[in-house]
């Protein structure tokens, strides 16, 4: 095959083909043109550094110079070219030698294959994210290797364990696990391992530096790499520590008030829904006789109740379980059959906020009743005696007989009386009240009272009442004795002290009346040892409950019935600044103004009532069981910082189920707050401008699909030369040129209006609702503000293509307008991008001249020289005025090297010569880029370039060096070695001649330094 006829098969070609001889493209197929942006004759004689990424230049550049001469064929390599405009494309090339014009070539075939290059640097950007964001989250997070130690963790996990990153990093899970759970976590993680399956939430407990534990909640998975093997684990650590804490302070409780309802004097029930018994007390067990196991699960009427009641029983249920309190007096059958009369308070309950229930109180009133049946019987009966003691006195002197009849039946029923006074419940005295209204001497006593005092009768005549009290309550027994004579009964409580010395707590009703003439006060007393235990025990585990809130680590408050506060822990106080001393007794919602300035309701007041209200100050209230859930925003705190924070409030009952206050816990959740308000700020705007990003931009074009049949209008900005502002001055001035566009953009727009960075320089503006006319002013606003923006910062030239378009009809879908923008957009950018390169070229020329200073008029003695040694060699004057421009702006590339190597004045290390290296491929940009200067792009990217090859960029040796850089090459040298500059005095004529003769043949061509010093001789002679 012809040559011809190959390079006619290449451009049929389907795929991207290429041929590289030298540092330059000799062709390029339409495939290759195609996925560029350049055309044919543009790739034909491009040199390689303007097609190829610089940091894949080095791989292509050993392709091209060194492949032809030896080694492997073909070559499989991946490389980035750079398109027109600016793009980067991922490519796989296969490279085999050929010969093109009778010298050694390289063939290049590709395949563009971006997808997976893109992923990667998605993946790699998206990873690191993803590690920001774990570093922000509460919950601890980590990865171990196969061996367990750690290997990543975020900043919680050593707030958990109370590490530094730098001792917990390498550390291996033993140390940092509780000896009694390294096994089980063992066999944890074996099993994953083993399995491949991830495990959720298993406990365990893990040992702070200071040697403390923490509960832990951990979640584990497998870390497998690119094959599937296990390389190690990852895991979410949470700390459970306060939920094990508040679940011992529940157990406690929990056992506190079952030994209240095991002990109570009562018997207690309760009955499920339907009618079952599912829980009895001792108490229950002593009136009728059946122990718990025999009643549970069993029907109420099958047990206790008499089959006649049996319809009253299951009306009491009915009336209980609908929410009423019911209370009666009633009949009961014990086990053994036989009735028992007792008073029942039944009422609903929910344990655990599950299915209704009923609790139900026994109490055992045979007794009492009895004795009042009784004393009622002898009312009756002391009443039919009156009334024939009145008939008698009437007819005293006719029916004598039926006096002494009377008499009898007096006498029998004071027997009777004195038969109940004996045998009453309640210790029962009768005292006389003296003239100075005091309680004197005992006059009768029954025999309750003699057997809890432990005196005989006989013995309790010759006392006083004031003999049977404890000493420091003598003042309160004639206060009451007083209170009872004006209301004429009185009930209190007083220690009085037995026979024996023990004191026994007593409840005491008193009544004054006239007996005989005289005035007589009926004590009528009851022992009420056993219920001053059960309060005593109550105040213990009030003491107690006191006592956990105050060491809870939440801070937390409560309040009692009357929302007056009766708590207030250290915690509270240390978020608060407000002591306990000082608000401890306070009520008028004194809680909330540490937390809102000013007293107001809070979550806690919802416990009192359900008022819709409070309720409304909330955004959202959580609601399991009795206890409330929230979270707030709250001004005050930290100094009027404020803070958010999470809420938890319940109830406190007493043993009878009754509400007597409420508990608030609260917990700091301002960082987590704030890092999701972070997360979700980052997610929607780009970091750079603070313009919305691409995402939100596309989200609203979504949201705009339902609004068809309304005007929209779209405006696109595109920054001219943000690429050539990048590669020649560098990322952070293109970024500075980014975000001065958005400024400017901003500026001419409202807040609210939405404003997008769409891509690397690309902005796109939302107006909806907005005719052609109001779009095309913001369009003028845009170009004002840029003219003003230029004004102020002349150093760097701010340009812009802007294209807009706007909904004409009905039915035209945002993606459609966006596309007609973006065009519009592309269309002016096409007849303004010379323009603004050039100003941008001039722009750094300037900057050039600016920073030139060390070496001043280094560039018009290098045009002197060239000129001489050109002639000198015979070039054309057209060849001459080319090299002149050379010599002028061969360093322009150094406007991208930073002033702190540019002007270093000793040696440069190997990475600042490297950063120094760089200014020819910058200069080559330029130079591709300014008109009037494309021609000397190449010499400009070439004239450090070495005779030997061992020069930069490229690495081109002998002829391969076009010859006005190996002209420059001598002459830059000379002025370079005889000039004075930062890190060296100048040398003298004849020392620099010596230097170049030494490196004719490796650095400078041999045959033209002859040359340049015979010229410079002659020049100088004349």
């Known amino acids: 095959m012809s040559m011809d006829d190959f390079l006619n098969f290449l451009k049929i070609l389907p795929i991207p083909a290429y041929l590289i001889q030298g540092a330059s493209l000799r062709m390029g197929n339409p495939a290759m043109a195609r996925i560029t942006g350049y055309s044919v004759e543009e790739l034909a004689g491009m040199p390689i550094a303007g097609l190829v990424h610089q940091e894949d230049l080095p791989r292509i550049n050993d392709v091209s110079l060194r492949f032809p001469a030896g080694g492997d064929d073909p070559v499989n390599l991946e490389w980035r070219a750079v398109g027109r405009r600016g793009e980067v494309i991922h490519l796989r090339g296969w490279h085999s030698r050929v010969k093109f014009d009778g010298r050694p070539a390289v063939l290049g075939l590709a395949v563009d294959n971006p997808g997976q290059k893109r992923t990667a640097e998605e993946i790699e950007k998206s990873e690191a994210r993803l590690r920001e964001v774990l570093d922000e989250i509460e919950d601890g997070y980590y990865e171990v290797d196969l061996a367990g130690n750690f290997t990543f963790f975020n900043r919680s996990l050593c707030r958990i364990g109370g590490y530094s990153p730098g001792e917990l990093k390498g550390m291996n899970y033993r140390s940092y696990t509780a000896p009694e759970k390294q096994e089980a976590v063992f066999r944890t993680f074996n099993k994953i391992y083993t399995t491949g399956q991830p495990v959720k939430l298993f406990d365990y407990i893990i040992l702070r530096k200071d040697g403390s534990k923490r509960f832990v909640e951990n979640s584990v998975s497998l870390i497998r790499d690119s094959e599937g093997r296990g390389i190690g684990f990852r895991g979410i650590v949470r700390d459970i520590t306060d939920r094990k804490l508040e679940k011992a302070e529940h157990d ?354 919802l416990i009192f009532s359900d008022d819709r209200e409070i309720a409304s100050l909330y955004d959202n209230i959580e609601r399991k069981g009795d206890t409330l859930f929230t979270e707030a925003f709250v001004p005050s705190l930290f100094e009027g910082r404020g803070a958010y924070i999470w809420v938890k409030a319940s109830p406190l009952y007493d043993s009878r189920g009754n509400v007597v206050g409420a508990i608030e816990s609260i917990r700091d959740i301002t960082d987590r707050k704030r890092a999701e308000q972070q997360l979700k700020y980052l997610s929607l705007h780009d970091p750079l401008t603070g313009t919305y990003n691409r995402a939100y931009f596309e989200e609203e074009m979504r949201r705009l699909e339902g609004r068809r049949h309304k005007p929209l209008g779209i405006i696109v900005c595109d920054i001219d030369g943000l690429k050539l502002v990048n590669d020649t001055l560098g990322h952070k001035c293109g970024d500075d040129l980014l975000a001065a566009a958005a400024a400017v953009i901003k500026e001419s727009f409202r807040e609210g209006d939405m404003i997008a960075r769409i891509g690397g320089d690309e902005f796109a503006i939302l107006l909806p609702d907005s005719g052609r006319d109001v779009v095309e002013g913001a369009c003028a606003r845009i170009r004002t503000a840029v003219a003003r923006y230029n004004e102020k910062n002349p150093g760097l030239p701010l340009s812009m293509s802007i294209g807009f378009s706007v909904s004409g009809q009905p039915g035209v879908s945002p993606a459609e307008l966006f596309k007609e923008a973006d065009n519009s957009m592309y269309r002016e950018k096409l007849h303004r991008s010379q323009s603004a390169r050039s100003a941008i070229v001039q722009t750094l020329m300037k900057a050039l001249e600016a920073r030139d200073f060390i070496t001043e008029g280094h560039a018009e003695r290098l045009q002197d020289l060239v000129t001489v040694m050109a002639r000198s060699i015979g070039l054309p004057e057209q060849n001459i005025t080319d090299l002149r421009l050379l010599a002028q702006f061969h360093d322009i590339g150094k406007v991208g090297v930073s002033d702190r190597i540019l002007f270093k004045p000793g040696q440069l290390t190997l990475e600042e010569a490297a950063e120094m290296h760089r200014h020819c491929e910058i200069g080559h940009r330029i130079a591709q880029t300014a008109p009037g200067m494309d021609h000397i792009a190449d010499w400009i990217l070439k004239h450090h370039e070495w005779w030997n090859g061992n020069g930069y960029p490229i690495g081109l040796k002998g002829e391969e060096i076009p010859l006005e850089c190996r002209i420059l090459a001598i002459v830059d040298a000379y002025d370079a070695m005889t000039t004075d500059r930062p890190y060296r005095k100048a040398m003298s004529h004849e020392e620099a001649v010596a230097e170049l003769k030494r490196c004719a043949g490796t650095q400078f061509d041999p045959d033209l330094v002859p040359v340049f010093i015979q010229a410079f001789e002659k020049g100088k002679n004349s």
């Open 252 to 605: 406690l409780l929990k056992a506190y008030f079952k030994e209240l309802f095991d002990n109570s004097p009562e018997g207690i029930a309760i009955i499920d829904g339907n009618d079952r018994f599912v829980q009895v007390n001792r108490g229950f067990e002593k009136i009728f006789q059946y122990s718990a196991g025999e009643v549970r699960g069993r029907r109420v009427n099958e047990l206790i109740v008499p089959p006649e009641l049996s319809g009253q029983a299951t009306d009491v249920s009915r009336r209980a379980l609908g929410g009423e309190v019911v209370q009666m007096e009633t009949v009961r059958k014990r086990k053994d059959g036989s009735l028992v009369d007792v008073s029942i308070l039944a009422y609903p309950i929910a344990p655990g906020g599950g299915q209704a229930a009923i609790y139900v109180m026994y109490s055992d009133i045979t007794e009492r009743k009895r004795a009042r049946e009784e004393l009622q019987a002898l009312n009756e009966e002391l009443e039919a005696a009156n009334e024939e003691l009145m008939a008698a006195e009437e007819e005293l002197k006719q029916k004598l007989a039926e006096l002494q009849k009377s008499e009898r039946a007096l006498r029998e029923s004071e027997n009777k009386y004195r038969q109940l006074f004996h045998n009453a419940n309640d210790g029962i005295i009768l005292v006389e009240v003296k003239d100075d209204q005091r309680l004197g001497r005992v006059i009768e006593v029954n025999d309750v009272v003699c057997k809890m005092l432990e005196y005989g009768r006989e013995e309790f005549l010759t006392l006083t009442v004031l003999d049977l009290v404890v000493g420091d309550q003598l003042n309160r027994v004639h206060e009451i004795t007083r209170a009872a004579l004006v209301q004429g009964r009185s009930t209190f409580e007083l220690t009085c002290v037995s026979k024996s010395g023990h004191k026994i707590p007593l409840e005491i009703g008193c009544h004054i009346f006239t007996l005989n003439g005289e005035r007589v006060g009926l004590l009528v007393a009851r022992d009420i040892t056993d219920r001053k235990l059960a309060e005593e025990k109550l105040r213990a585990a009030n003491r107690q409950l006191q006592d956990i809130i105050e060491f809870l680590p939440d801070p937390t408050f409560a309040l009692d019935i009357e929302k007056k506060v009766i708590a207030w822990n250290r915690a509270i106080e240390e978020m608060t600044g407000v002591p306990k001393d000082q608000i401890v007794g306070l009520g008028d919602r004194a809680y909330s103004v540490p937390f809102y300035g000013m007293p107001r309701p809070a979550l806690i007041d």
